[in-house]
């Protein structure tokens, strides 16, 4: 079978009850980790013979990079999560008989946590948005979507991840948030505190995937560190890089800001791996063994 067929038989298979794959356990432990909602942690475990085939957590493919006969990855807990512990797999297909079988790779310990809740004002075209708006909001997370789906497989950095500025937080990760007495969102990012024209420096080295005017979070910088995981620099008032520029950690990317919906200047700092929104501290603690 060549190697499109078997990733199209592999896509079959996952639409389907993994129940219908024949299991296959490995013969030492599987490692557990533990998790919270909102959160990414980083991965080391031995990596099975004959096993070539995509990570896979929950349906979600998770890149991995392969160093002295292990696997490293982030794995990442949806803010959303209905807090069911879970087991991720590798799949691999035997050359000879054409079976696809699963092989057991880490068990995941979802824990509870609880998020804090505020009440903004901002403008109200923000919040009630016209036909025009609601048009180019729609074309912008088209666009984001397929951004933060074309990660690369590599890595891009190689020391721990940094909060991009030590002043203030003003919002933390995960607050549910209620705009103007009617519209209730939930703040899937970190804010500090900064006056317009502060210089905003990357939390670390990575390629700029976007750097444009976007409805919600003004002028913003996307970074792709590479192995699914991206950060978020938003309503700055200046843009320092363009897009395809490859920047290093502590390069200043911007200058804080107010621009798009926003109650007054700060820097929004987002953190997203394999799709989902995470609280920044997380990879910051997950990375520190790189320092």
């Known amino acids: 079978m060549s190697r499109n067929n078997l990733f199209c038989f592999l896509f079959f298979l996952f639409s389907c009850s993994h129940s219908q794959v024949p ?3 490995l013969a030492s432990e599987i490692p557990t980790f533990s998790i919270h909602p909102g959160e990414v942690i980083f991965v080391s475990i031995r990596l099975p013979n004959s096993v070539h085939s995509p990570l896979m957590c929950k349906d979600q493919e998770i890149k991995f990079l392969v160093e002295d006969n292990k696997i490293l990855a982030f794995v990442s807990e949806s803010y959303f999560s209905n807090e069911k512990d879970y087991t991720c797999y590798f799949y691999s297909q035997n050359i000879k008989t054409g079976e696809v079988m699963n092989f057991p790779a880490l068990k995941i310990t979802v824990e509870k946590k609880e998020f804090l809740k505020e009440k903004l004002n901002v403008n109200p075209k923000k919040v009630f948005l016209s036909e025009k708006d609601k048009l180019r909001v729609k074309k912008e997370q088209a666009r984001l979507n397929i951004i933060y789906n074309q990660s ?3 890595l891009l950095f190689h ?6 500025l030590s002043s203030k937080i003003t919002s933390i990760y995960g607050t549910k948030r209620i705009f103007n007495n009617n519209l209730e969102t939930q703040h899937l990012g970190t804010d500090y505190r900064a006056s317009v024209g502060v210089p905003i420096p990357s939390s670390n080295s990575g390629r700029v ?5 976007l409805f919600y979070t003004g002028y913003t910088v996307i970074l792709d ?19 395809d520029e490859f920047v290093l950690q502590g390069q200043e990317i911007g200058l804080s800001g107010k621009t798009g919906r926003a109650s007054g200047p700060h820097l929004h700092w987002g953190v997203k791996v394999h799709k989902e929104w995470v609280d ?5 603690a997950s990375t520190r063994i790189w320092n």
Not at 236 to 242: G, Q
Request: no cysteine; charged share 20%.
């Open 225 to 243: 560190h590479g192995l699914g995981v991206f950060t978020m620099y938003g309503h700055l008032s200046k843009l320092f890089v363009k897009k």
């Open 280 to 284: 920044g501290d997380s990879l910051v």
């Open 152 to 154: 690369s497989s590599e």
């Open 209 to 213: 995937v976007l750097a444009e005017d």
């Open 23 to 25: 299991s296959v356990v």
């Open 159 to 164: 020391k721990g991840f940094e909060v991009p």
